[in-house]
């Protein structure tokens, strides 16, 4: 994959999230940001700064994972160019049912039906997705904020829109703003308290514009960097279509068609290597079926007890149809992994369900032929 597509999709290290599951299992707000991770060593940085204790933590139908409730509800962050993604879903244990913007349905690419059970759900609650980057957190990546609110479904975009004018990553803050409002019910007035995620910047609006705020970081070029060599001489993406393969064996046919075809090189035969290694050692995930977390929303991955054949709901095999019928259509692995999360709604390959899968395989379908 070009060094220039990894620029463009940043990988996920964990969740901010705005709440947890009481003791009795009903969802429970928080006054500060919890964080869960696979990462252990994150999380113990996470706590030296912002307070907490770290702990294993599983997540109904995941796999396990870290959390800590920090002490903290304001925490420094760089804001990376259009951060903000939102949605109307309806989710059930077998994912996404339904993903829209108010009029087309994504996952089927066709007008929503003001009438489906499923749209009414889906817009009784907006989905606002907020990346962000720990500024002093080790880690390349992003952490996802995920809100159900309406108040951040409204001020949040502005707020991205505006950083996003400035170019760039940009310093800011994530905090959580608590706010009251009264609301008429038929027992009388009923005063609500919540918390709403937020951004701040240090600068006023014309100093971001002129560039203060933002994170100077020089551009990255397609060219070789000093003497490091390219990963391959030419010829397809071979690093992506190995991190497609989920078998050894195919693995290696990929490194005897590359060094046929002159395209290998140390960097590339490296990697291949790598990935060989990497398939042979590791081992399945405990698979179960998912449920809500305290912020009332579904993992968006979706693993089964045990791997389903090849055509039924096994997501590699999905996948796989996904790649083939892509590249008929004249897509490289490239262009198949931007166009994904782009009629996804921000959804990456490696954390949609299979449900999910075969919606954008339908939509894929639907196309003709390039």
């Given at each position: 994959m070009p060094i220039l597509d990894l620029q463009k999709r940043a990988r996920t290290l964990?969740?901010?999230?705005?709440g947890q599951k009481a003791a009795n299992g009903a969802p429970q707000k928080l006054d500060r940001f919890r964080f869960t991770s696979h990462s252990q060593a994150l999380l113990e940085k996470i706590a030296e700064l912002y307070g907490g204790e770290v702990r294993e933590w599983t997540p109904a139908g995941g796999t396990q994972q870290w959390e800590v409730i920090s002490g903290s509800a304001r925490v420094p962050i760089m804001v990376p160019p259009q951060p903000v993604s939102q949605w109307y879903e309806f989710w059930t244990r077998a994912g996404c049912q339904h993903r829209c913007d108010g009029r087309t349905n994504v996952l089927t690419d066709e007008p929503c039906d003001p009438e489906d059970p499923k749209h009414?759900?889906?817009?009784?609650?907006?989905?606002?997705?907020?990346?962000?980057?720990?500024?002093?957190?080790?880690?390349?990546?992003?952490?996802?904020?995920?809100?159900?609110?309406?108040?951040?479904?409204?001020?949040?975009?502005?707020?991205?829109?505006?950083?996003a004018a400035a170019g760039g990553y940009v310093n800011g803050w994530l905090a959580l703003e608590q706010r009251t409002s009264v609301e008429q019910t038929d027992q009388g007035p009923k005063t609500r308290h919540y918390a709403v995620p937020i951004i701040e910047v240090d600068v006023t609006p014309a100093q971001l514009m002129e560039g203060k705020g933002r994170v100077a970081a020089p551009a990255l070029t397609?060219?070789?960097?000093?003497?490091?060599?390219?990963?391959?001489?030419?010829?397809?993406?071979?690093?992506?279509?190995?991190?497609?393969?989920?078998?050894?064996?195919?693995v290696r046919n990929l490194w005897r068609q590359a060094n046929a075809a002159g395209h290998m090189t140390q960097g590339l035969s490296e990697h291949l290597q790598q990935?060989?290694?990497?398939?042979?050692?590791?081992?399945?995930?405990?698979?179960?079926?998912?449920?809500?977390?305290?912020d009332g929303a579904y993992e968006a991955e979706v693993v089964e007890d045990q791997p389903a054949p090849a055509g039924?709901?096994?997501?590699?095999?999905?996948?796989?149809?996904?790649?083939?019928?892509?590249?008929?259509a004249g897509m490289t692995t490239s262009q198949l992994r931007d166009?994904?999360?782009?009629?996804?709604?921000?959804?990456?390959?490696?954390?949609?369900?299979a449900a999910e899968l075969r919606a954008y395989l339908q939509v894929l379908t639907k196309e003709p032929a390039a």
């Open positions: 964990g969740r901010i999230r705005l009414l759900e889906a817009i009784k609650k907006p989905t606002t997705r907020l990346n962000v980057v720990l500024r002093d957190v080790e880690g390349i990546g992003v952490w996802r904020v995920e809100s159900h609110g309406f108040n951040a479904a409204i001020e949040l975009p502005d707020v991205a829109e505006f950083l397609g060219g070789p960097v000093g003497e490091t060599p390219a990963l391959a001489a030419a010829g397809p993406d071979y690093v992506a279509i190995a991190a497609d393969l989920t078998d050894p064996e195919d990935r060989v290694s990497d398939l042979t050692t590791a081992e399945p995930p405990a698979r179960s079926e998912p449920q809500p977390d305290a039924t709901d096994d997501p590699d095999a999905i996948w796989q149809q996904i790649v083939a019928t892509a590249g008929h166009d994904f999360p782009a009629r996804m709604g921000g959804l990456l390959p490696d954390e949609a369900t």
